[in-house]
């Protein structure tokens, strides 16, 4: 898979430079008083609908949960964050125990090229085999230890029967490019410089606040749409 570390520098410039025309948020402080689940504020921003209203639009966002959620919680995030790794955990449990709830995955890879080699991956899973098996990819690669690159991501996506050059092909094509760049320019456009971020209803946040915290900003966001009543 073509992804050297100078085309991934010069990609991530232009996504930057691209999204700096509707970047707002440059700098988050506490629209809403929330705590994580160590009791620390948790920075969140209200954002304007209007870009919120594109992340549906966005190709290449892995969902799980009812197409028809009311709710939906959206994870910018980076395979080589960790405190993604704690994050992927909890997502699986909101998943499971909030059935109600739609997730989004959405992949911001800003920490290191081998966060694009892996999300290429996970991409070209998505676009052969749909969102249930790149969901099952994000789950095995997140509760991996070291780092995670595009071989050790097709090695796990090996596993999922499809042949690794096939992945390799998907990966390198126009289409993945422009869906993991269309992604990142999102993130930037939103001001999520930290990861994971989230946007819940039409509010960022930064940070991971924990599975008991973002519980209670989804209950609060379907009470009364905020993420603090």
Not at 12 to 40: C, H, N, P, W
Not at 44 to 49: S, T
Not at 166 to 189: H, P
Not at 196 to 212: D, I
Request: glycine share 10%; net charge positive.
């Amino acid at each position: 898979m073509r992804f050297d570390r100078r085309h991934f520098l010069a990609s991530t410039a232009a996504i930057g430079l691209a999204g700096a025309g509707r970047a707002f948020a440059q700098g988050y402080g506490q629209t809403y008083k929330v705590d994580s689940d160590e009791g620390r504020p948790v920075a969140n921003m209200r954002l304007p609908g209007e870009i919120v209203g594109e992340i549906p639009g966005l190709k290449g966002v892995t969902y799980i949960g009812p197409a028809e959620a009311e709710t939906t919680l959206y994870e910018f995030f980076d395979y080589n964050c960790p405190y993604c790794r704690k994050a992927a955990s909890d997502m699986v449990s909101l998943a499971e125990s909030d059935p109600t709830l739609r997730i989004g995955l959405v992949n911001n890879p800003i920490l290191a090229p081998q966060s694009a080699q892996a999300a290429k991956v996970v991409l070209a899973v998505q676009r052969r085999l749909g969102s249930a098996a790149a969901w099952s990819l994000y789950r095995i690669l997140l509760a991996g230890r070291g780092t995670i690159d595009g071989t050790g991501a097709l090695k796990a996506a090996a596993k999922l029967g499809v042949p690794s050059a096939e992945l390799e092909t998907i990966g390198d094509s126009e289409e993945v490019r422009l869906a993991l760049k269309a992604q990142m320019r999102m993130a930037a456009d939103l001001g999520l410089a930290a990861t994971p971020s989230y946007v819940l209803g039409n509010t960022g946040l930064l940070g991971h606040p924990g599975a008991k915290s973002l519980a209670r900003m989804i209950a609060a966001t379907r009470r009364c749409d905020r993420i603090a009543c």
